[in-house]
C-alpha cells in the first residue's frame, strides 16, 4: 500500500533539499514525531548521499532508515525503514521524498511511504495503517513546511 501527498512549500528547492537530502540525519531538528536522529555510521553512503542512513528515537519507537536512492540533481531521496518495533505483519517499510520546483521560492513537496503488509493482515488492517500513514505522511510534510519556510524568512532577513 502506498500513501502519498504533495504541499507546495513557499521556499526555494535548494533550501528544501538542505533539510531533508543533505540533512537526512538531523530530523529530529524539524519533525515533532522524532525525539533525537544520527547518522548511522554502519550503512553505506550511496550516490553522493551525506550519509548512509540516520537511526532515530521515534515516538513509533527506534527506526533506521537507511538511503536506498539519492539524487542531488533531481532531488529525491528514498530510504527504507526497519526496527524492532514495527509490527511483525509489515514486511515492507519505505519512505521517498521527491522536490518538483514551481518557482524561485515555490517548491512541490511529494512525500510518499509504501507499506507492504503480510496476508491476511493486508485485508484485516490494511485500512488501519493507511489511515495512520495518511496522518503521518500529511503531519510530515505540515512540520517541513513550517520549517522551511520559517527558516528561510529568517535567512531573507538577515540579507
Same mark, same amino acid.
Given at each position: @500500500?502506498?500513501?502519498?501527498?504533495?504541499?507546495?512549500?513557499?521556499?526555494?528547492?535548494?533550501?528544501?533539499?538542505?533539510?531533508?537530502?543533505?540533512?537526512? #540525519?538531523?530530523?529530529?531538528?524539524?519533525?515533532?514525531?522524532?525525539?533525537?536522529?544520527?547518522?548511522? @555510521?554502519? *550503512?553505506?553512503?550511496?550516490?553522493? *548521499?551525506?550519509?548512509?542512513?540516520?537511526?532515530?528515537? /521515534?515516538? %513509533?519507537?527506534?527506526? /533506521?532508515?537507511?538511503?536506498? #536512492?539519492?539524487? #542531488?540533481?533531481?532531488?529525491?531521496?528514498?530510504?527504507?525503514? /526497519?526496527?524492532?518495533?514495527?509490527?511483525?505483519?509489515? #514486511?515492507?517499510?519505505?519512505?521517498?521524498?521527491?522536490? /518538483?520546483?514551481?518557482?524561485s521560492d515555490a517548491t512541490d513537496v511529494t512525500f510518499a511511504v509504501t507499506a507492504?503488509?503480510?496476508?491476511?493482515?493486508?485485508?484485516? *488492517?490494511?485500512?488501519?495503517?493507511?489511515?495512520?500513514?495518511?496522518?503521518?505522511?500529511?503531519?510530515t510534510l505540515s512540520e517541513l513546511a513550517a520549517f522551511a519556510c520559517r527558516d %528561510?524568512d529568517q535567512a531573507m532577513a538577515r540579507s
Amino acid at each position: @500500500m502506498k500513501v502519498s501527498s504533495t504541499f507546495r512549500i513557499a521556499a526555494p528547492d535548494k533550501r528544501i533539499w538542505h533539510i531533508i537530502g543533505e540533512e537526512f #540525519d538531523q530530523v529530529s531538528a524539524w519533525s515533532s514525531t522524532v525525539d533525537t536522529s544520527k547518522p548511522d @555510521m554502519s *550503512a553505506l553512503k550511496i550516490g553522493g *548521499a551525506p550519509v548512509g542512513g540516520r537511526i532515530c528515537h /521515534t515516538c %513509533f519507537g527506534v527506526l /533506521t532508515e537507511t538511503i536506498e #536512492d539519492y539524487n #542531488d540533481v533531481e532531488r529525491y531521496i528514498e530510504y527504507s525503514v /526497519t526496527s524492532d518495533d514495527i509490527p511483525f505483519f509489515i #514486511d515492507v517499510l519505505r519512505g521517498r521524498w521527491t522536490l /518538483t520546483p514551481r518557482s524561485s521560492d515555490a517548491t512541490d513537496v511529494t512525500f510518499a511511504v509504501t507499506a507492504d503488509l503480510k496476508f491476511p493482515f493486508s485485508l484485516l *488492517a490494511g485500512w488501519a495503517v493507511k489511515r495512520r500513514l495518511s496522518n503521518v505522511v500529511h503531519n510530515t510534510l505540515s512540520e517541513l513546511a513550517a520549517f522551511a519556510c520559517r527558516d %528561510f524568512d529568517q535567512a531573507m532577513a538577515r540579507s
